[in-house]
T-cell receptor, first 113, second 112 residues
Framework: DSGVTQTPKHLITATGQRVTLRCSPR?????VYWYQQSLDQGLQFLIQYYNGEERAKGNILERFSAQQFPDLHSELNLSSLELGDSALYFC????????????FGPGTRLTVL | GENVEQHPSTLSVQEGDSAVIKCTYSDSASNYFPWYKQELGKGPQLIID???NVGEKKDQRIAVTLNKTAKHFSLHITETQPEDSAVYFC???????????WGAGTKLIIKP
């Protein structure tokens, strides 16, 4: 158990809908990262938040947005969903920076029908 | 920007043999190189990392070597066991203010 929690574990929805994925980082970790992993694909970095502020952006679509709240939990919002958005979405947390160990949550499997 | 290439994409070895996965990076300023293991149905987990002031690091059956001149680093697993079957990711970073750049992953299959 990494100490990072993600909810829900599974999500099934229809095209055009909007969903919210939630992540609680390890106690004491200030950075949260979101990744997308499609079937048999690598990890695509989406976005990083540090202590409530956006720190870095990767290949995140404009239909996707995220935020980190004062209690440091984070939410990833996916809107106008398309079939191609079906994937595993991982949240990871670290103490501070990119060279600190990233602890990954169990992931949320999103299926768009 | 930084680019990390990882080879092979799939590696099948006999149980008990050694496995080697290699990554090359493009930015000579990169100085931190972690390796993560992702078991089926789980998130990746750090298994070993190395910084650019060190050429090799070992932890029991796993080791990582770094060649800064050639800009490549490798993961070595000796005496492979069934539980080593997983996807392995390498990554590189230039430091604390920079992102990890990830390799595409290697699926390691241990044949009994």
């Amino acid at each position: 158990d990494s100490g990072v929690t993600q909810t829900p574990k599974h999500l099934i929805t229809a095209t055009g809908q909007r969903v919210t994925l939630r992540c609680s980082p390890r106690s004491g970790d200030l950075s949260v990262y979101w990744y997308q992993q499609s079937l048999d694909q690598g990890l695509q970095f989406l976005i990083q938040y540090y202590n409530g502020e956006e720190r870095a952006k990767g290949n995140i679509l404009e239909r996707f947005s995220a935020q980190q709240f004062p209690d440091l939990h984070s939410e990833l919002n996916l809107s106008s969903l398309e079939l191609g958005d079906s994937a595993l979405y991982f949240c990871a947390s670290s103490v501070e920076s990119g060279v600190d160990t990233q602890y990954f949550g169990p992931g949320t499997r999103l299926t768009v029908l | 920007g930084e680019n990390v290439e990882q080879h092979p994409s799939t590696l099948s070895v006999q149980e008990g043999d050694s496995a080697v996965i290699k990554c090359t990076y493009s930015d000579s300023a990169s100085n931190y190189f972690p390796w993560y293991k992702q078991e089926l149905g789980k998130g990746p987990q750090l298994i070993i990392d190395i910084r650019s002031n060190v050429g090799e690091k070992k932890d029991q059956r796993i080791a990582v070597t770094l060649n800064k001149t050639a800009k490549h680093f490798s993961l070595h697993i000796t005496e492979t066991q069934p539980e080593d079957s997983a996807v392995y990711f390498c990554a590189a970073s230039k430091g604390s203010n920079y992102q990890l750049i990830w390799g595409a992953g290697t699926k390691l299959i241990i044949k009994p």
